[in-house]
């Protein structure tokens, strides 16, 4: 077995739930970044001014969803100044999913536009 690793919005999370979750064990991490914290991230790419503001307003009401249903196994918060302490906390889930799980191995796939925000 494989464990398959995605950085998605919800409506990708809501489609692998409905169509895989009969079959496989779906983990969840909801990684919260402050709307401050992320527009600094954002401010350091060039496409800031047209894009950062249309995807937040997009992804408000697909996360506002997610956090009301607490569709989501886990919880990080990825504040200013704290990346180390939240890939620190996403190797601790992975590690503890892994140990009580039948997992040998992990593909990554991830999405470097989502990886930014």
Known sequence: ?????????????????????????????????????????????SDFETEFENRVEAERAQFDELRRNHDYDYTISNDFGEFDTAVNQLCTIFDYELINSNISNFVHIIDPQKTNS
Do not use: C, F, W
Request: aromatic share 12%; net charge positive; no cysteine.
């Open 1 to 45: 077995q494989k464990a398959h690793i995605y950085i998605i919005d919800y409506i990708g999370l809501k489609y692998l739930k409905e169509k895989y979750s009969n079959t496989v064990d779906i983990v969840t991490v909801y990684i919260h970044a402050p709307l401050d914290a992320r527009r600094m991230r954002a401010s350091e790419r």
